[in-house]
């Protein structure tokens, strides 16, 4: 009996390592923690002089860094060469008539991230301070946002605007 003991205690110890490093495994391999921060050091590095070069643009544009940063990450993440399917081009995903009617090449980020500050700063002083329905602009279009402020009135125009524009304000402004 004094032999058997021992045995039971060493297998129940051996069971229960093992019960916790399966639980630890399964906490680690579901976490996107290191994923995520490999990813991002990965993406960062990749992009940060146009960070930088888009920050600087809305400090001289007037208008708020981290929410223009954030903008143009959900524009094209910061990719120079993004195409969308509806033909939205470059690092500012400007549609073609809009790059030709400020003069800039929607190609060119640098001209790109300064041609969408002003933009950007310029509608926010068109809705007098108003960043969410300047992004509404820039997203949708000055028609979308003007039909959504006539039908549903200046407390719930967000709410008559397409599904997608009210996503792109909500992840930037949140």
């Not at 993004?82 to 939205?88: D, K, N, V």
């Not at 001209?111 to 992004?135: N, R, V």
Request: glycine content about 6%; charged content about 15%.
């Amino acid at each position: 009996m004094r032999k058997r003991k021992p045995l039971i205690v060493s297998i129940s110890i051996v069971i229960l390592s093992l019960l916790a490093l399966c639980c630890l495994y399964a906490v680690l391999a579901s976490s996107t923690f290191f994923s995520q921060r490999d990813m991002s050091y990965t993406t960062n590095q990749q992009v940060s002089p146009y960070i930088a070069i888009a920050r600087q643009d809305a400090i001289d544009a007037g208008i708020p860094p981290d929410l223009f940063v954030r903008q143009i990450n959900r524009e094209s993440g910061f990719d120079p060469n993004a195409l969308s399917p509806s033909g939205a081009q470059g690092i500012a995903q400007f549609m073609p008539e809009t790059a030709a009617h400020l003069g800039i090449d929607p190609w060119n980020p640098v001209e790109a991230l300064k041609g969408a500050a002003q933009l950007m700063a310029h509608y926010t002083k068109m809705f007098a301070g108003s960043y969410a329905k300047a992004l509404a602009t820039y997203n949708a279009g000055l028609g979308a946002v003007q039909h959504a402020l006539k039908v549903c009135g200046e407390v719930h125009w967000r709410n008559c605007l397409p599904v997608e524009t009210r996503q792109y304000i909500a992840a930037i402004l949140e």
